[in-house]
C-alpha cells in the first residue's frame, strides 16, 4: 500500500491538532467534535464524547473543582502571528495545536514556561532530549566555551572523536560511530549502511514505532484507527501521510511488536531480502510497551539465522534506560544503533554506530555526509551530556525519581479502584488505564485513552504538562525534585477527580 486517502491526520499524535487540516471521516466521527472544541472541554475537565450525536448533546460543562486558568493572551497573538509566515504557526504538525499551540518563553531545571508566564512541570521534556534538565549549567557552561572559538567549519575537532570514545565506553559494544544532526538522519543512515553491508533492499518494521521523518521510516507508524494497520497476520504497509511513493513503501514490510511466530513467518517467506529489523526496544509512541522475555533473544536470533542486520533504534531509550541504553538494559547486542535525544540534553546531537565489521562500509561503499554533521555545538553538549551520565549518579537519581511518582499515582488509582497498569522504564514510563498490559500497538487501542487524554490535558491548567496523547510517555530529568513530583501528582489527582465526576454526569 502506498500513499493513504486524501482526507488524513496531518499527525496523529495530540489527536492530530492541526485546525487547517482536512481529518478523516472516521477520525472526526471518533472524536465527535472538531479538536480545538475537544481541547477546550479537556482542559475544562469535560468528559469526552463517543460519536457527533454524543457530541451535539454535551454542553460547554466545568468541572465542580476550582482549577486556575491558563494565560493566553500573548500566545494567542503570536499564534496569529506565526501563521502568517509558518503552517499550522509552528515548525512541526506535532506541536500545531490549533489556538491552544503552546509558544514557549525558558525553561530551567525540571519546568517550563511559556509566554504568558504560565509555568508547569515538564512532564515532555522535548520528547526526551532534556535529560538533565533545562538549561543546564554543566552542559551550557561547556558549549558556550567551545562556540567562542567558531561553530561550522566542515572539519573535525577534538569533541567529535571525544563523542565516539564516549560512546564506545558507554555502551561497550559500539565499535565505530559517527555524529548526525537528528534521529532521523541517523535512522536514514543506519538503514543505507544495512542495505550496503547485506546487498538487500527490504526493512522490517514494527506497528506503531516512529523512527523519524524520512520516507522509509514513515510506514505503519501511529494510526488512531488501528484497524488502517489491516489484518494482524498480514499488515498493509500504511504510509503516513502522502508524498511517499508506493515504490519506497514495497520497501518495508510492517510487523506487529512482540509477536516472534510471525516475524519469523515474514523471514521464512522474504529472508533472501530483508536487509535489516529496524527496531525501537520499546514501543517508544506506545507509552514505552516493554519486550516480552523471548522477543528481543528471538529477534536476535533471527537476524543472524537469515543475514540480517539488527538496528536498535535508541533514539529515545539510548543513555536513558542505562549508561548503555537497551542494549545494556536487556542485555542484546545490536548490529547497528542509532542515538540522538538525551546524548546532547537538548542540544541537537545525533549519531549512528556499530560493529567495526558492519560500519566498514564507510567511507569506501557508503555515502554519508552533512554539513552539520559533528557541529562544534553539538559535538560539545555531547561530550559534556555523556560525560555526565557516565561519571555521575544522574541516571540513577532519574529512575529514583520515576518510581516515586509511579508509586504515588499507583496509590491514587487503587483507592479509586481504577484498572491501571504502568509500562516502560521509570526514566521514561506511560500509564494505561487497562486490566491487563498491552504487548503491541494493536493492543493500546483497547486502552481507555479517552480517560488518559482527558486526565493529561487537565493537568495543563493545574501546573503540570505531560504529552496530551496517551501514546507518548512522561520523561523525567536529573533536575525534577520532589517538589516537581508533588505538583504533578498533585495535578494528576485533581484532573482525574474531575474528569471521572463528568463522565459519571454523562
Known amino acids: 500500500m502506498g500513499v493513504p486517502p486524501s482526507c488524513f491526520p496531518t499527525t496523529n499524535k495530540a489527536f492530530g491538532w492541526f485546525e487547517h487540516s482536512a481529518f478523516c471521516e472516521h477520525l472526526k ?57 509558518l ?86 559494544w559500539v565499535e565505530m560511530a559517527r555524529m548526525t544532526v537528528s534521529g532521523t538522519e541517523a535512522t536514514m543512515h543506519a538503514i543505507r549502511i544495512a542495505r550496503a553491508y547485506t546487498g538487500r533492499d527490504k526493512i522490517i518494521k514494527f506497528e506503531g514505532q516512529y523512527h523519524g521523518m524520512h520516507d522509509y521510516a514513515l510506514i505503519s507508524v501511529l494510526p488512531y484507527d488501528v484497524s488502517e494497520l489491516g489484518d494482524r497476520d498480514n499488515p498493509v504497509r500504511l504510509a503516513w501521510g502522502r508524498g511517499i511513493p508506493e515504490a519506497v513503501a514495497e520497501t518495508v514490510i510492517p510487523a506487529p511488536y512482540n509477536d516472534l511466530d510471525l516475524l519469523r513467518r515474514i523471514f521464512e517467506r522474504e529472508g533472501d531480502n530483508i536487509a535489516a529489523v529496524l527496531i525501537e526496544p520499546v514501543l517508544g509512541n506506545a507509552q514505552g510497551i516493554m519486550p516480552q522475555p523471548h522477543f528481543l533473544p528471538g529477534v536476535r536470533e533471527l537476524t543472524r539465522e537469515f543475514g540480517a542486520v539488527l538496528i536498535f533504534d535508541e533514539v529515545k531509550t539510548g543513555f536513558r534506560f542505562a549508561r548503555g541504553g537497551a542494549a545494556e538494559y536487556f542485555g542484546i547486542k545490536p548490529d547497528l544503533a542509532t542515538y540522538a535525544k538525551a546524548m546532547g540534553n537538548g542540544y541537537p546531537a545525533a549519531a ?21 554533521a559533528g557541529n562544534r555545538v553539538a559535538a560539545a553538549a555531547a561530550v559534556a551530556t555523556l560525560s555526565i551520565l557516565k561519571d555521575t549518579d544522574a541516571l540513577e537519581t532519574i529512575g529514583r525519581t520515576g518510581e516515586a511518582m509511579q508509586r504515588a499515582i499507583g496509590e491514587i488509582l487503587n483507592r479509586r479502584g ?13 500509564i494505561m488505564f487497562a486490566e491487563e498490559l498491552p504487548t503491541d500497538y494493536r493492543g493500546w487501542a483497547a486502552t481507555d485513552h479517552e480517560l488518559y487524554d482527558a486526565v493529561a490535558l487537565g493537568m495543563h491548567p493545574r501546573g503540570a504538562m505531560p504529552e496530551p496523547d496517551s501514546r507518548e510517555p512522561w520523561f523525567v530529568c536529573e533536575a525534577h525534585s520532589s517538589s516537581d513530583v508533588e505538583q504533578a501528582v498533585e495535578a494528576f489527582e485533581s484532573s482525574l477527580n474531575a474528569a471521572l465526576e463528568l463522565r459519571a454526569r454523562a
Open 29 to 85: 466521527l471518533h472524536l465527535g467534535m472538531p479538536t480545538e472544541r475537544r481541547y477546550r472541554l479537556a482542559l475544562q475537565g469535560t468528559d469526552l464524547p463517543e460519536t457527533h450525536e454524543e457530541g451535539a448533546r454535551m454542553s460547554v460543562t466545568k468541572s465542580a473543582e476550582t482549577q486556575p486558568a491558563l494565560k493566553r493572551e500573548r500566545q494567542l497573538k503570536m499564534y496569529r502571528r506565526a501563521l502568517k509566515v
Open 418 to 430: 481504577i484498572a491501571h497498569v504502568f509500562t516502560g522504564h521509570p526514566s521514561m514510563f506511560g
Open 87 to 172: 503552517p499550522g504557526g509552528t515548525d512541526s504538525n506535532f506541536r500545531a495545536w490549533g489556538e491552544h499551540t503552546v509558544y514557549v518563553d525558558r525553561g530551567k531545571g525540571g519546568r517550563v514556561w511559556d509566554l504568558d508566564g504560565n509555568e508547569f512541570v515538564d512532564l515532555r521534556l522535548g520528547y526526551g532530549p532534556v535529560i538533565l534538565g533545562h538549561a543546564d549549567d554543566r552542559v551550557d557552561e561547556a558549549v558556550h566555551e567551545a562556540v567562542r572559538k567558531g561553530v561550522s567549519f566542515s572539519l573535525t575537532s577534538e569533541q567529535e572523536v571525544r563523542t565516539g570514545e564516549l560512546i564506545q565506553e558507554l555502551t561497550g
Open 352 to 372: 549512528f554506530g556499530g560493529t567495526r565489521e558492519v560500519m566498514s562500509v564507510l567511507p569506501e561503499n557508503v555515502s554519508h555526509g552533512g554539513t552539520y
